[in-house]
Every structure is written in C-alpha cells, then in structure tokens.
T-cell receptor, first 113, second 109 residues
Framework: IAGITQAPTSQILAAGRRMTLRCTQD?????MYWYRQDLGLGLRLIHY???????GKGEVPDGYSVSRANTDDFPLTLASAVPSQTSVYFC????????????FGPGTRLTVL | GQNIDQPTEMTATEGAIVQINCTYQ??????LFWYQQHAGEAPTFLSY????GLEEKGRFSSFLSRSKGYSYLLLKELQMKDSASYLC??????????FGAGTTVTVRA
C-alpha cells in the first residue's frame, strides 16, 4: 500500500542522546517535510526538502538536522536531545512544494527525559 | 510570519451543522487549507481555497475572504465519525504551511 512510514512509533530518550527519526515514502513525491505537534501550538514546520539533494529550514529548525540523499527517505536527526523536544513528530510529502495536498505519516511520539 | 486563530473546542449534535472559523494575519498568502485529524492519527487533507468564495465538497464546504483574512469550514449533516480536530493552515509565498492550533469538534448523539 502506497504511503508514508515512520519509525519508531514511539521512543523514550535520555537528554543528551542522539536520535534519528526515519521517514520513507513510496509515492515518488519530490517534496518532503518534518513537523512537530505540541498541545496548544499546532503543527510547526521543522525542515523541508523540495527535491532530493536539497533541504530548507522551517519555523523551528534549531536542534534538528535533515538530509535527503534520495527521493524516498528523509531522516530527521536530533544531535543532542533536550526535554523541550518532547513532541509528536510527523513526516509529510507532496508531489511538489506547490502541490496542494500534503500526505502525512502516522507520527513518532518522542519523550526526552 | 503567520498568526492563525481558531476556536479551541466546539460541540454539536449529530445531524446538525457546525461552522469553524479561522482568522489569519500573514506576511504572504498563497492559499488556505483545512485538514482533519482524528485523535492519535495523522492529519488528512480536506480542502484548499486560494480565491474568495465557497468551495463545496460533499458534506464539507470551505469559504475564504482574503480581504478580511477569514475562512470557515462548514460541516453539514454531522456524523459521529466527524468528531476530530480541524486544522486551519495558511501557505506563504515560499510554499510553507503554518497551522493554527486546531479546533476539536465533538459530535453528540
């Protein structure tokens, strides 16, 4: 079934540890995105990628990095996790940056202690 | 940046109509979107408006007034499965989405 997968589903992490959240899509979409969702704040864009090999910063990029080595994968890395990064992380993709509909993955619930 | 406001919660009865308002103040505008998100699940796309007026899609309609910075999502013939959060989002001129905090709609029998 076509779509977006994220791993892990949930994770508890000690502060200071490095963590990579994985995202893979099989729709051959050019654009991919990472959002975090916090109660009362809604979804906020962390990083995005217009096409393989390019990335850009969103609204809240500090403490996160991304790479886009190929079309399908868009991992998000927390180099040194802090408690304020406790959140639900959603990966999304769209056919192109200006395409109207974004398709979201099931999310990763991350707790940093 | 974007400032997007929508009510936190709304409650309505099965079969009724509910209107969710969204106001925005933006530094650039390239479309307004509504997404539906059931508890514990991913958001799913509902509608897109870039021109003023009403877009109808089955039981759901979305309205936009760019001059007023205002949109609403109208849900008709409410069903229990419509209980969810509804997210208003504005796209800027760089094609990045900014979301409101969401409106949780509870449908009662």
């Amino acid at each position: 079934i076509a779509g977006i997968t994220q791993a892990p589903t949930s994770q508890i992490l000690a502060a200071g540890r490095r963590m990579t959240l994985r995202c893979t899509q099989d729709m051959r979409h050019n654009a991919m995105y990472w959002y975090r969702q916090d109660l009362g704040l809604g979804l906020r864009l962390i990083h995005y990628s217009n096409t393989a090999g390019t990335t850009g910063k969103g609204e809240v990029p500090d403490g996160y990095s991304v790479s886009r080595a190929n079309t399908d994968d868009f991992p998000l890395t927390l180099a040194s996790a802090v408690p304020s990064q406790t959140s639900v992380y959603f990966c999304a993709s769209s056919d192109s940056l200006d395409y109207n509909e974004q398709f979201f993955g099931p999310g990763t619930r991350l707790t940093v202690l | 940046g974007q400032n997007i406001d929508q009510p936190t919660e709304m409650t309505a009865t099965e079969g009724a109509i509910v209107q969710i308002n969204c106001t925005y103040q933006t530094s650039g505008f390239n479309g307004l979107f509504w997404y539906q998100q059931h508890a514990g699940e991913a958001p799913t796309f509902l509608s897109y408006n870039v021109l003023d007026g009403l877009e109808e899609k089955g039981r759901f309609s979305s309205f936009l007034s760019r001059s007023k910075g205002y949109s609403y999502l109208l849900l008709k013939e409410l069903q229990m499965k419509d209980s969810a959060s509804y997210l208003c989002a504005v796209r800027d001129n760089d094609y990045k989405l900014s979301f409101g905090a969401g409106t949780t709609v509870t449908v009662r029998a």
